[in-house]
């Protein structure tokens, strides 16, 4: 199996070291693979829409951030129908966009979201 070097800060290897003890996984390549076939996993999901959708986007991010998740919101009004903003805790911010429309366009929005880097954490549930 090839071996593939990857640089983590020391809060995502805390929070890898703790997943492996609640999840039991064997070790950090374990948790890594696994982690990359959810996210495969998703992306598959979210490839294989089409037509009229309904979905929901899920974004948690930082407070400082607020202001790029606003402009992003506003380039798909015609998608949203609800956005809920919720402080989770400290900066932490949740986001729910509950959309309906084009899939084409929600592929759109969920990966402009999902390749900004001050997004900790983007979800799309589709129905």
Known sequence: MPIV????????????EGLQKALG?????EIVRAGIRQLAAEEKDRQTLI???HALLMVVH???SEKQ???MKHDYDDLVQTHLHSKIHGDRC????????????????????????KM????????
């Open 69 to 71: 998740v606003t402009e």
């Open 62 to 64: 930082n407070e400082e």
């Open 94 to 117: 949740l986001e729910l966009f509950l959309l309906k429309g084009d899939a084409e366009e929600v592929k759109r929005m969920t990966k402009e979201f999902q390749s900004n880097k």
């Open 25 to 29: 996984f064997s070790g950090r390549s």
């Open 51 to 53: 037509g009229f959708v």
């Open 120 to 127: 900790d954490h983007v979800k799309l549930i589709s129905m």
């Open 5 to 16: 070097s990857v640089s983590l800060n020391e809060d995502i290897l805390l929070e890898m």
